[in-house]
């Protein structure tokens, strides 16, 4: 007990001189003396340290090297650590294991023992909280002796490096990303995209298109992936992009899947209305992996980047009334509530021609940007132009190629006496390959695919005849156009010739 109380008092009066001592001496010799006490400890210190971390401070976006360690060492040594974090993905129920905070595991490589360290400094703060935060940040450290510095830079890190490397290719899934919006990445800039798995079916085996088109796509990704030295070669980002363009529901979006599962690549569907602004969309640019499908879908809804760009929202407004036939005071009131120009999203067309061409898009490598569009006509053509999209597909309305690929799919059929009764009927219609689907799938399991060929059969003909009687409407609708303006012509003839027989009159 004695002993206790004079080392309490000991160390009471240690704290009071130390008190004291600051409150004396500026701030900068407390850091030289730091600094000193760290070199002569380092002197004496037989380790080296290398840290990595999570997110350096001197580059965008998470560390490739530290993913890399983390699945060589949840890998390779999960059975000697003792405290693990586990990342269980939802949908193939695999497990991620990787090391817990400040758990150390060695390993001895070519004789040289290192020793891994995870370490996590939580930012200062006066909120106690049991949440992981945002700001924490994490790092592995590697330790080992001075006289293995070499064989551990030169050798023992790009064995690490590789080996995490294959492994994380050997257990990844493909992933499909949203961007966030710009207002919820706070003071996080890590969190731009937000992913899930990729879970999408199709295929190029169940889209449903004219066979030689679709090879002819095919053949073109193959060529793409191949192709990394001709790209180095003529010194062109190694990327392709893509325009597929049609009416609704005729496969555009399926096609991305397709595309997708074809190459195995991950899918970015960028929502430009969610990037503040430029420099958001460079921000976002950088963070998007190789191997990656770029998708944005409605391009010519995109404020700011259609063809029309100059024009205020309202003016288009007008167009699309005149267009849709809208009552005044429905429209009114649609105008009042959006039509003003609330510039939610600043990017420009030339910050989208950036963020495809310019130098940090061929960050990475490897990409493909896929636009799509109902409305081929209104983007503006820098965006579209070749060179920029290289191909342009068409998705048009069902032919009847895409109709049995849709008839082997759904019904399992390769040949029906009512096919040639739905060529003739697809010749002469237009519906999309959604509607024709639509009506292939059987309600229940009691329907037969004759009753569904049939109920698609007298889909057409109804399709027929809305477009015959439009058809008639719109003739009509001509010749009563004609007419007004023939009648029109004849009044304005007989008002010059009253006019200039007035005038005769009148100077007479
Ligand atoms: N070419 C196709 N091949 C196979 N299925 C198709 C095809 N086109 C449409 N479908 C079916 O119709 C549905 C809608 O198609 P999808 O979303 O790909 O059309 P879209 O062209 O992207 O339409 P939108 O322009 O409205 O976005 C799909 O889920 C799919 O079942
Ligand atoms: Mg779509």
Redesign the pocket.
């Known amino acids: 007990m004695k002993f206790f109380d004079s080392f309490g008092a000991q160390i009471g009066s240690l704290l009071l001189i130390v008190t004291t001592l600051e409150r004396f001496f500026p701030d900068q010799f407390w850091a030289t003396i730091n600094r000193y006490l760290g070199r002569f400890v380092q002197f004496f210190n037989p380790y080296v340290e290398i840290t990595f971390d999570e997110f350096p401070p001197e580059s965008y976006g998470r560390s490739k090297a530290y993913a890399a360690i983390q699945a060589y060492l949840g890998t390779n040594f999960s059975g000697h650590a003792a405290r693990l974090k586990a990342n269980v993905d939802g949908e193939s129920r695999s497990v991620a294991l990787s090391m817990g905070d400040y758990e150390e595991i060695n390993e001895v490589y070519k004789g040289a023992k290192v020793f891994w360290l995870r370490s996590t400094t939580y930012p200062r703060s006066n909120v106690i909280s049991f949440k992981e935060s945002i700001d924490e940040k994490r790092a592995y450290v590697l330790s080992f002796r001075r006289k293995d510095r070499d064989l551990v830079v030169r050798s023992y890190l790009s064995h690490v490096l590789g080996e995490g490397k294959k492994i994380m290719k050997r257990g990844r899934r493909q992933r499909l990303y949203t961007n966030v919006s710009g207002d919820d990445w706070g003071c996080d800039e890590k969190m731009m995209w937000k992913c899930v798995g990729f879970d999408h079916p199709a295929t190029f085996d169940?889209?449903?298109?004219d066979p030689k088109k679709k090879k002819e796509i095919m053949d073109d990704l193959i060529e793409f992936t191949k192709a990394k030295d001709y790209y180095k070669k003529i010194g062109k980002p190694w990327k392709r992009g893509y325009l597929l363009y049609?009416p609704?529901?005729?496969?555009?979006?399926?096609m991305i899947a397709a595309i997708a599962n074809f190459l195995h690549y991950d899918v970015y569907d960028l929502e430009l209305t969610a990037v503040k602004d430029n420099t958001n969309l460079r921000k976002i640019m950088i963070e998007i992996s190789k191997r990656a499908i770029v998708v944005i879908?409605d391009i010519d809804c995109s404020l700011h980047i259609t063809g029309r760009r100059k024009r205020k929202k309202s003016d288009q407004m007008d167009d699309d009334r005149k267009k849709d036939d809208l009552p005044e005071d429905t429209f009114k009131k649609a105008k009042d509530d959006g039509g003003d120009d609330k510039e939610d999203s600043k990017v420009t067309l030339s910050g989208l021609l950036n963020f495809m061409d310019g130098l940090w898009s061929a960050s990475g490598g490897e990409r493909i940007f896929v636009f799509?569009t109902?409305h081929v006509e209104k983007i503006d053509d820098a965006l579209i132009r070749r060179g920029r999209m290289d191909k342009h597909i068409e998705?048009s309305y069902c032919c009847f190629e895409?109709f049995k690929v849709?008839a082997k799919n759904y019904l399992n059929l390769d040949s029906h006496e009512k096919f040639e009764k739905i060529r003739c009927l697809l010749s002469e219609t237009e519906i999309?390959?959604?509607d024709v689907?639509e009506n292939l799938m059987p309600t229940s399991a009691e329907v037969s695919a004759d009753e569904c060929l049939k109920g698609l059969i007298a889909a057409l003909q109804k399709v027929k005849e809305e477009e015959e009687s439009t058809g008639e409407a719109n003739k009509m609708e001509e010749v009563r156009e004609d007419s007004d303006i023939a009648q029109r012509r004849k009044n304005e003839i007989f008002r010059r010739f009253n006019t200039r027989i007035r005038r005769l009159l009148s100077d007479k």
């Open positions: 169940t889209l449903a298109m049609g609704p529901g005729t496969g555009k979006s399926t879908e799509t109902n998705m895409a849709l999309s390959t959604a689907a």
